[in-house]
Structures are given as C-alpha cells and as structure tokens.
C-alpha cells in the first residue's frame, strides 16, 4: 500500500482495511457492506479502502455459476465448497438473490440453502439482492470479489440467479464460467442455444442420480454440438460433465476440470489476458453507469424530464426528440 493511499484512510478505515487484510469475518462484511452502499460519502471511503486493498488482490481463482432456477446451485456450490475446504481451500461465496420488482426486497435465503457450507469457518456466504441491476448480478459483485481476496480466501464463487443476462454477465468478472443444467428439462435442442454455450468454460449436467440414462445422452448431445460451435479459445475445448450435487459424485472430477482449465490458460497467456479485458470492461460500465447517475441528478434535467416522459407516453414528441433535447441539457 502506498504512502499516499494509507494517508488518505479515515483511522476507522484503516482499520477496516487491517482487519480485512487479517481475515477478520466482522471487518470483511462491514467493508462489503460499505461497498455496496449508494451513499455518496460512503462510496468516496469505499473508493479509497479499494485501492488500499487492491495490492493484494488477483491471487485466486474466481468460478461464476450460472444456470436455471431449480438446476441445483446452491447444493452444487455447497458441496463443492466443502471438497474445498477439505482439500486446505478457504471459499467465499457471492449469491445474489432475484429482488422483488415491486418491493424491492429481497429473500437472501442463500444461507439456509447452503446451510452446512455456512456453519465453516473457511467460508464466507454474502447474499446480496440484485436490486434490479441487469444481468443477475449485484452492481457492486465485482469490487465484493477483491475485498474477499484481500481477506486470503483462494477460491470465490459468484452465483447468479440464472436469469436474463446472467450468463454474459458473470462471465465477465469470472475467470471460469460454468452453465449448470439439467439433464430432462424439456427440449434438449433447447441445451443448444448458441450464446450461452459459446460463453461457458465448463458444462455440467447436474442431478444425473435421478434419471442416468437421461444424463449420459444429454452429455453426448452437448458434446456433439459443441463440435459445431467455435469456441471462444483456441486452447481450450469447453468439457461436459455429469454429476449429482446432492450425492456428491462428480465433484472431485469437476474441480480437476478447473485446475485444468486455469492451467491451459495461464501457460497460454490468456488467463492473464482476460482479467486485463475484464478490468478495463469494467472501467467503462462504471463510466457508463456514472453518467446516467450524473444525468439524472442533472437539475435541468430533473425538471424536465416528467413532461418530457408524458409526451413521448402520449405520442407529442418521438423518442428520440426527447433524448436529444434531454442530452442537450448537459451542455449547458
């Protein structure tokens, strides 16, 4: 941490920052939590307990998990974390939860989902609502994942709520990106979705205890298709796997799948390739979402901007009229 940087730190920050760096459980959530907030202060301070952290960050190996609600996430996420920690591995845990889009809240019930994985003091379980946010992701997952780093933990797992843009959007803060399915749920062909299967490092058919037959032949549908879609590396031919989260069978397979992956990648240069692209991606959907927040706190703007609404709603103005002269605004 640079002198700079430590100077600028609140004496409470910097205790924040010393107590995230020391694994403290209490300090880790705390800065989450600070992280997460919209306040405007608190996101000033939150800026600047990132950049103390940052030094120490990019030293795990970062695994999102998407998939259709009912695919066996969190039992799939908890089983893998308990072979983890058994295996010497610390994991942390980044669930989102789908908010209500009429409240706004949220169920957070990831926690008794995964209700042994909770109880070890080698992990870490944050839900978090996805607040509306595109993509199925919090707006601040990203900058969770590097305080979680900086507390020492080897292995963060971001899981989605599997919706939407879920699948793109996790697969560009993660270094493997995994696609959960199973094995029945209706058409197969419907396994085959272009989009979705490009993006994804690893494919597992879970749940394949209930139906194996169903499992095996899903497994070889996939793998045929992917001969026919070209892959996002030139190194690496995504693998297609079965297991039962609930039975815990797989699993041991499945992680030998990453480390193979993260090996692959590395000594072809494009593990560290990706996270670069990831980070200046990220730079710009902060620029972008900055300057809708700075639009919409535009006081002009503000005023304008509910009869503006009610004219392009009432077919008075077009569209995009009405974002012109809105954007006009900013020049003034």
Request: charged residues 25%; proline residues 3%; glycine residues 8%.
């Amino acid at each position: 941490m640079s002198t700079a940087t430590a100077g600028s730190l609140s004496a409470a920050d910097q205790h924040l920052v010393d107590g995230v760096l020391a694994g403290r459980r209490r300090a880790l959530a705390k800065t989450i939590t600070l992280v997460e907030s919209t306040h405007g202060e608190h996101q000033r301070r939150a800026r600047q307990v990132l950049a103390a952290l940052l030094p120490h960050t990019g030293r795990t190996i970062r695994v999102g998990i998407s998939g259709a609600p009912g695919a066996g996430k969190s039992t799939f996420i908890e089983s893998l974390g308990l072979y983890l920690i058994e295996a010497g591995r610390r994991v942390a845990v980044l669930a989102v939860d789908p908010s209500s889009s009429v409240s706004g809240g949220s169920i957070l019930g990831d926690k008794t989902r995964m209700e042994l994985l909770c109880q070890r003091d080698e992990a870490f379980i944050r839900p978090s609502p996805s607040a509306g946010s595109l993509g199925g992701v919090a707006d601040k997952t990203r900058e969770a994942m590097l305080v979680c780093e900086a507390a020492g933990f080897d292995v963060i797992i971001v899981e989605t709520v599997g919706v939407g843009q879920s699948e793109t959007t996790v697969a560009g803060m993660v270094d493997a990106f995994v696609l959960l399915q199973l094995p029945n749920a209706g058409d197969d062909l419907q396994a085959i979705k272009k989009g979705i299967v490009e993006i994804a490092d690893l494919i597992v058919f879970n749940k394949a205890d209930i139906d194996e037959r169903a499992a095996a032949f899903a497994r070889n549908q996939m793998r045929a298709a992917l001969t026919m879609l070209r892959s996002t590396s030139p190194n690496w031919r995504p693998p297609v796997l079965t297991m039962s989260a609930l039975a815990k069978r797989g699993i041991a397979e499945f992680w030998a799948e990453v480390e193979r992956y993260r090996t692959t990648m590395l000594a072809s240069g494009e593990f560290d390739d990706k996270r670069r692209r990831q980070a200046v991606d990220w730079m710009w959907n902060l620029i972008d979402s900055g300057l809708r927040q700075y639009f919409r706190s535009h006081t002009t703007v503000r005023s304008a901007l509910p009869v503006l609404t009610g004219d392009v709603a009432e077919g008075r103005t077009t569209p995009g009229a009405a974002a012109s002269r809105l954007l006009a605004y900013l020049k003034h």
